[in-house]
């Protein structure tokens, strides 16, 4: 069943549980969100530890859906993403981010990095770069205050072609991260070969941190690899005190997660930046 994609639905109507059918619903519903407005991104910001000021945020979407309310994005992305409706949600996203991050850096004075996240189809997708140049050229953002991430898993798909992709995207001038770092099985020869700035330590990591100290080892060899290549690294989901100290004591680069901030609205962003003093 699982290969007949879409057409699953028609044929399983009856027995359908209440799941697919509201995944049936959402598919029906995303054609119309982006018309309706009812998408809206939020901020989390990274925090440099060296700084100890933020200097980055990542946008994250959101659906606030007439009938259900506020969706997850690791529900509706997926739908988006086996439907091609990603092509046109990932632009509106591109642009809205790229708008806003310029906003904010002109209403608070202040250099900010804004993180984007890719999906497959968008990262594939041939008119990639000439909309990512469009967008830039629209809201004045700089290229290299633009970050897209790509996970690890997209990358090591066709690895030559994330290269390609990769470099021609690297000579715009744009920042490159990979996200979710450590889930998927990079090699490191190929890594090398990537033109990134920053990989992103996934959160599944940090979390052992300060229990696992095979998970703590993990971290510290992969920052100490990053930075033998050159990038930097930022740890992703930091809950608590104990995993900040620990990933500073082990030169970590950046940190985001609730310890600090949940991902939250620009307003709210501008008045944490403009109020933030260094630990
Ligand atoms: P991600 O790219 O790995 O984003 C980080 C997720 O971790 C976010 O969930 C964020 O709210 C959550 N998070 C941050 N700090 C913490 C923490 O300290 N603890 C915990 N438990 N969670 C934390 P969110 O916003 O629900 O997004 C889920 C995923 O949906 C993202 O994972 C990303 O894969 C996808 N996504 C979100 N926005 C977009 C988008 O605009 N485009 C695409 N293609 N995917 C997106
Ligand atoms: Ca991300
Ligand atoms: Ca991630
Ligand atoms: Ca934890």
Redesign the pocket.
Known sequence: AKESGRNTYRFYSSEMNSKALKQLLLVNDLRKALVRGEFYL?Y?PQLDLYEGRITGT????RWNHAVFGKI???EF?PLAEETGQ?LSI?QW?LAKACQQAREMQLRCNIPLRVS????TK?FQDPNLPAYVQEVLANTGLAAEDLEL?I?ESILMENVEKAQQILHQLKAMGVTLAI??FGTGYSSLSYLRTFPIDRLKID?SFVQRITTHHNDAAIINAIIALGHSIGVKLVA????QKGEMISLQENQCDEV????FS??IDPETLMDKISSQSVF
């Open positions: 939020d989390q990542e946008a994250l979407l997850s994005p690791a992305i990603i990932g996203v984007v996240n890719l999906s968008q991430e996970t996200d979710d959160r992703e989901g930091v809950e985001q997660g609730f310890y949940k991902p």
